[in-house]
């Protein structure tokens, strides 16, 4: 598949082909979408969180805390900690666009041969995870990476709300996602039909998220940092 033999200049392609990176990110983010809500089972289907493995990406539907953020991830460990079932994996949106690109253009680049044998109309189930590659080994590669490591994410599996795998044949849409939209919506609905000190709380968030869309820097590292920070810190409830 030529989207494989050589990612770099593949994603080169698509962004010449939209105008720049921009115009990249936003259409390949709604195309992503359009499939999360109707999932067509040979790019995206909805899955079990039990059917959730390694070497895989996925969309998945995070409980923050009350706040409900749509977070694009690959999947990379699953391990125990005090008791509850964790899952180790990048968050695709707290790593800048040029350093997924690299990033994946390496990994895939690795994998090429398996990759190509991907079918287009191959159901997205059939698809065999990546399993050569270690949590070590990513996190190592991460963090020589300019420091990219942060971009790692631990996810209780019990907050995780919906799960949705993603197909290696859409790879460029998964990895440069930008789900703050649609999280603004949900955030917004949330603020509705919150009262009280709740809803307090709730403004207070909204506004703070809706700065972070303004402020949006398409490939600065501070800035998805802060991203992370903000998503991780979101209390509604007590």
Not at 85 to 94: G, T, V
Not at 186 to 204: A, P, Q, R, V, W
């Amino acid at each position: 598949m030529l989207i494989f033999d050589n990612f770099e200049s593949y994603m080169m392609g698509i962004i010449s082909l939209n105008g720049n990176l921009q115009k990249t990110v936003i259409n390949l983010s709604d195309k992503m979408f359009n499939l999360v809500f109707r999932p067509n089972q040979t790019e995206v289907a909805k899955i079990n969180l039990k059917h959730l493995v390694n070497g895989r990406f996925y969309m998945i539907l995070y409980n923050y805390n009350g706040n409900k953020i749509w977070c694009p991830i690959f999947a990379l460990d699953w391990k125990i900690v005090k008791n509850k079932p964790i899952l180790f994996a990048i968050n695709l949106e707290y790593l800048p666009p040029k350093y997924k690109i690299q990033f994946f253009g390496k990994i895939f680049n690795f994998f090429r041969s398996d990759l190509n044998r991907v079918e287009f109309n191959e159901f997205v189930r059939k698809e065999r995870p990546l399993k050569k590659l270690t949590f070590e080994l990513v996190y190592k590669s991460l963090q020589d990476m300019n420091g990219m490591q942060y971009c790692v994410t631990a996810y209780d599996i019990f907050k995780i709300k919906k799960a949705y795998l993603v197909s290696y044949k859409i790879a460029p849409e998964i990895l440069m996602c930008n789900c703050k939209k649609y999280n603004s919506q949900n955030m917004k609905e949330l603020f509705i039909k919150s009262t009280g000190e709740d809803h307090i709380k709730m403004g207070k968030i909204l506004e703070e998220f809706e700065q972070l869309i303004l402020q949006y820097q398409t490939d600065s590292k501070e800035y998805h940092e802060k991203l992370k920070l903000f998503e991780q810190h979101l209390k509604l409830y007590k």
